[in-house]
């Protein structure tokens, strides 16, 4: 295979793994749009985390929802919880960064939006606990199977589960499932 294949190879497989999402994907993005609309029309926060690269969407989502995907509209009100875009800084069990954060900063009528690639990561399932806990609705990003996060999902949670077993095709599906999120939150807002 040559390189220039092997790049093609990439961008079908991405193309294709999209494809694959629209129809198992629209609906949990609609449910999840709804919820965080209302949790923020109800003077709620949302509050993000994830590890490693699912930190740095986490990040993302805080960065649009406080200033702007595509329209300009006031700051919405969402919060990266700290500690998740160093890869491994939060991924010890017995560093429970995210959940001391969701215990402290968390309200019920706040929504956790919790990012794990494979739904694997300790500190992310353990910030899902404590959010369950403090009646914190979840919406949970993740790829695979959807691991042990979404074994722990309760029935006012949703889960996004891209249809893919590859980081990269995991990624990129989220990253789509970020912009469809804020995108209905601002149309639900704003309208068309």
Known sequence: MTLNQRIQDQFQT???TLV??????????????????DCLMHAGKILICGNGASGLLAEYVAAILTDKLDRDRPGLAAIALAGGAVSGQSADPANPVFARQVSTLGQPG???????????????????????????RVVA?????????AEILGENDV??????????????????????????????????
């Open 110 to 136: 706040d929504v956790l939006l919790a990012i794990s690639s494979f739904g694997m990561s300790p500190a992310v399932i353990e910030a899902v606990r404590v959010a369950q806990a403090r009646d914190i």
């Open 20 to 37: 694959d999402a629209v129809d198992l994907l629209t609906e949990p993005i609609g449910e999840s749009v709804q919820l965080l609309t």
């Open 159 to 192: 889960l996004i589960c891209a249809p893919a077993d590859s980081p990269a095709r995991i990624h990129e599906t989220l990253l789509l499932t970020i912009h469809s999120l804020c995108d209905g939150i601002d149309y639900l807002l704003l309208g068309s």
């Open 141 to 149: 990003l993740v790829g695979g199977d959807g691991g042990a996060l």
């Open 14 to 16: 991405s193309v294709h």
